[in-house]
């Protein structure tokens, strides 16, 4: 075999080996963008699946087992996963690094929902792709590569949001559940008031007509639910204050909105009916 042949099937051969680094992710999110740094170098499990509350969910003993051989737990941290700790102690794993996705970006009262911002987004796929270049330093080509596209990909993302958001009439909203304040501070939004501030412990009649009757004074025209919760005070709320429910998904993984961009041009859409 010729020296060059020979020399380009190894390089071949190491950049397209398959699941080098077993990676457990927390939310559908993060494994989007793992999936775009790593690509088929990566083996990713995903631990909360769409539909779940990361708030509430318990992790299942087969996902335990993936974490126990698994060199890399990518989570967001701010307490999103609370289960985090006792989970990463019962998975006797002391080969594995948890990455926290949110060290760097400037949080908001702790919220964890960090990655509703786009250009927060492009700081936790550098951390990922860093981390990633730690744990598979053969990688370091393929997982800096596909950062450095996909990274282009979500700042067109924030120039599109933006740019949509700016001719907008409207710019005040009320959250069933504060999972939007860090999309609101990017774009120029103002989060009036959340619903539900403790997950699971519903408000107060005396605080619920509170909010109805600042929606009246203010004329906010949109109550901001999501998928992944009961949205029943949310639908009573907008009713008495003559607004619209707008249903959104923080957290995507299901058909139409599989990807972090496609769900976040699904929220997008959904919000500029309301306030468009």
């Known amino acids: 075999m010729r020296p060059l042949v020979a020399v380009a099937l190894l390089a ?45 969910y318990e992790i299942r003993p087969a996902q335990m087992r993936f974490l126990a051989e698994a060199r890399l737990l990518f989570v967001v941290g701010l307490g999103l996963e609370w289960w985090l700790e006792d989970v990463v102690s019962a998975s006797g794993n002391p080969e594995l690094e948890v990455v926290v996705t949110s060290s760097g970006v400037g949080a908001i009262d702790r919220d964890p929902h960090i990655w509703l911002d786009p250009l927060n987004a492009v700081l936790m796929v550098a951390s990922i792709r860093d981390a990633l270049v730690r744990a598979d330093p053969a990688g370091r080509l393929q997982y800096e590569s596909n950062a450095a596209r996909y990274i282009l990909r979500l700042l067109e993302l924030h120039e599109e949001i933006a740019g949509r958001i700016s001719r907008w009439k409207h710019r005040e909203f009320v959250a069933l559940h504060g999972a939007w304040v860090y999309f609101a ?29 600042l929606m009246r004074s203010r004329g906010v ?55 468009g």
Do not use: W
């Open 12 to 56: 071949l051969c190491l950049m397209g080996s398959a699941a080098d680094v077993k990676v457990a992710v927390s939310i559908p999110p993060l494994a989007d963008f793992v999936r775009e740094v790593g690509g088929e170098r990566v083996e990713v499990e995903l631990l909360v699946p769409p539909g779940a509350d990361p708030h509430t």
């Open 185 to 213: 501070r990017r774009y120029g939004l103002e989060q009036l008031a959340v619903i539900v501030t403790t997950p699971g412990q519903e408000p107060s009649a005396r605080e619920v007509a509170r909010i109805i009757e």
């Open 221 to 275: 025209r949109a109550v901001f639910a999501e998928v992944q919760h009961p949205t029943r005070i949310a639908e009573a709320v907008a009713r008495e204050a003559g607004a619209s429910l707008v249903l959104l998904d923080p957290l995507g993984g299901v058909p139409g909105r599989e990807d972090y961009i496609s769900l976040m041009r699904y929220n997008l859409e959904r919000m500029e009916e309301a306030l």
